[in-house]
């Protein structure tokens, strides 16, 4: 059976969009594993910032609490143990834009606050 595409409804064709997923303007939504509320590691091709997240944007990640970490020693032992060499906290929120992203991971232990 040949199908002519100009014979079809709009209708037929948002149920051919929603089989196929993200096609011509349709969009596919994944949720994230990141939740507010939440304090979470973010590894950027630059540097690692840390915070709680307070909101989630369309292409960034607002966060209080936040600081740079400038020396992590061990990365598995920074995200395990909770151990930071080196840190400076935010004066105010952050934001983390996502297209920067490297990785992520929760943070499972008090943030900092205070520089070293």
């Known amino acids: 059976m040949e199908l002519n595409i100009e014979e079809l409804s709009v209708k037929q064709i948002r149920e051919i969009a929603a089989l196929v997923g993200n096609v011509a303007g349709t969009q596919v939504s ?9 304090a979470w590691v973010f590894r950027s091709v630059t540097m690692i910032n840390i915070g709680r997240v307070v909101a989630i944007g369309p292409d960034f990640f607002l966060l209080e609490e ?3 970490v400038a020396d992590t020693e061990r990365y598995g032992e920074f995200l395990s143990k909770g151990l930071i060499r080196e840190f400076e906290p935010y004066p105010v929120r952050a934001v983390i834009w996502r297209g920067a992203l490297v990785d992520s991971a929760p943070w499972a232990h008090s943030l900092p606050r205070i520089a070293k």
């Open 66 to 68: 936040a600081g740079w």
């Open 30 to 38: 994944i949720e994230l594993p990141i939740k507010v509320g939440e």
